[in-house]
Every structure is written in C-alpha cells, then in structure tokens.
T-cell receptor, first 112, second 113 residues
Framework: AQSVAQPEDQVNVAEGNPLTVKCTYS??????LFWYVQYPNRGLQFLLK??????LVKGSYGFEAEFNKSQTSFHLKKPSALVSDSALYFC??????????FGTGTRLQVFP | AAGVIQSPRHLIKEKRETATLKCYPI?????VYWYQQGPGQDPQFLIS???????DKGSIPDRFSAQQFSDYHSELNMSSLELGDSALYFC????????????FGPGTRLTVT
C-alpha cells in the first residue's frame, strides 16, 4: 500500500531563514507525490507535484521540493521563509487512479 | 479563476439526523472526490466519481452515499448521523487524464450534537 510519513509535527523557523518540511514515501511502482498547504478554516491548496522528470520541482509561492529516490524522500523547501507561510503542510501520494493518501501534516511556524 | 464550491459551509445536526453536502467542481473537471478530515487529523478519502460513475471507494461508512449528477455537481448524503461524523468534509475536483492535481473546495464543517 502507498503511504507517506511526515516525521515532524511542527517546524519552527525564523523569517528570512530557509525552511524544510520533511516527507518520506513508501510506494510500489512509480510515486506520484504532492504537497498541499492548509490555512486555518480553509481548504487544502495545491503547492506542487512530482510525477516524473527533474528531481527538483518548483511550485507556488516560492516553494520547491526535491525528489530523492534513493532516500525515498520528497522534502518541501523554501529559501527564505515568510511569516505568512505559517500553516499546516501535508505531503500526499496518489494511490490508484483517484485517491490521495496524506501524511499526518507538519505545522510550520515562522517567527518574525 | 473558478474554484470548487461547497455548500453549506457550516452545518449543525443532531444525532440520527441526515445531512446533504453539495459540491460544484471547477468547470470542465470530470472527476470529483470527497474527503473527511477529523479534528487534528489528515484528510481521509471517502469516494470519487468520474463522468458520473463511481470510480473509487475508500473508508466511507455504509450510512453515507454519494452521487454525481449530469451537470457534474456531486452530493454526499449522510444518514443516522453519529457524534463521530463531526468533521470537515472536503470536495475536490480534477481532470482525469494524466496526473492532474486535485483542487480542493473550502470544506463543509459538520457538527453533530
């Protein structure tokens, strides 16, 4: 069965510093990986995806993610964090034709 | 750009009542998905429809049913509500062909008292 793990419940970073939110995956076959962000009382917003091709994927709002097959990881990164980036981040893997399997989420707190 | 529309945004029901949640996908999207997110939890896949036919089924209770209509909107019907059904219910839509991302609506917060 497909699964993703987010080992950190919370990540704290100072504004202007680089941030990393970790995700590891376990899949059979090729992984189709996604990052979503959820602000309080809001729906999930798509950030980026990895289907195939370049291991460095660029997404919305300056976020990028690095796909690493040997480490089975898909970490989300941003060179310079903003206070407004503070939110709940979910890594997800596509399972079958439709469903997304989400990780448990990582709360990112960016301090001014 | 048009987004996924869900109604109502908030719903309060009592135990054993029924609830109907509606979802209007992004225009031209042919696939609709329903997810349930309990308090402090990650979203859990319930069910999906492609071209008005059920496509995949997840951990959806037998008390719940859903369908997609000719105009592609979808409804999630929940009967004999239990306290544990209190959650955020998200609808998402996408194009089916290829590996398109799912776009999520704002969610319906269901509270069962």
């Amino acid at each position: 069965a497909q699964s993703v793990a987010q080992p950190e419940d919370q990540v704290n970073v100072a504004e202007g510093n680089p941030l990393t939110v970790k995700c590891t995956y376990s899949v059979s076959g090729n992984p189709y990986l996604f990052w979503y962000v959820q602000y309080p009382n809001r729906g999930l917003q798509f950030l980026l995806k990895y289907i195939t091709g370049d291991n460095l994927v660029k997404g919305s709002y300056g976020f990028e993610a690095e796909f690493n097959k040997s480490q089975t990881s898909f970490h989300l990164k941003k060179p310079s964090a903003l206070v407004s980036d503070s939110a709940l981040y979910f890594c997800a893997v596509r399972d079958g034709a439709d469903k997304l399997i989400f990780g448990t989420g990582t709360r990112l707190q960016v301090f001014p | 750009a048009a987004g996924v529309i869900q109604s109502p945004r908030h719903l309060i029901k009592e135990k054993r009542e029924t609830a109907t949640l509606k979802c209007y996908p992004i225009p031209r999207h042919d696939t609709v998905y329903w997810y349930q997110q309990g308090p402090g939890q990650d979203p859990q896949f319930l069910i999906s429809f492609y071209e008005k036919m059920q496509s995949d089924k997840g951990s959806i209770p037998d008390r719940f049913s859903a369908q997609q209509f000719s105009d592609y909107h979808s409804e999630l019907n929940m009967s004999s509500l239990e306290l544990g059904d209190s959650a955020l219910y998200f609808c998402a839509s996408s194009l089916r062909d290829g590996y398109y991302e799912q776009y999520f609506g704002p969610g319906t917060r269901l509270t069962v008292t």
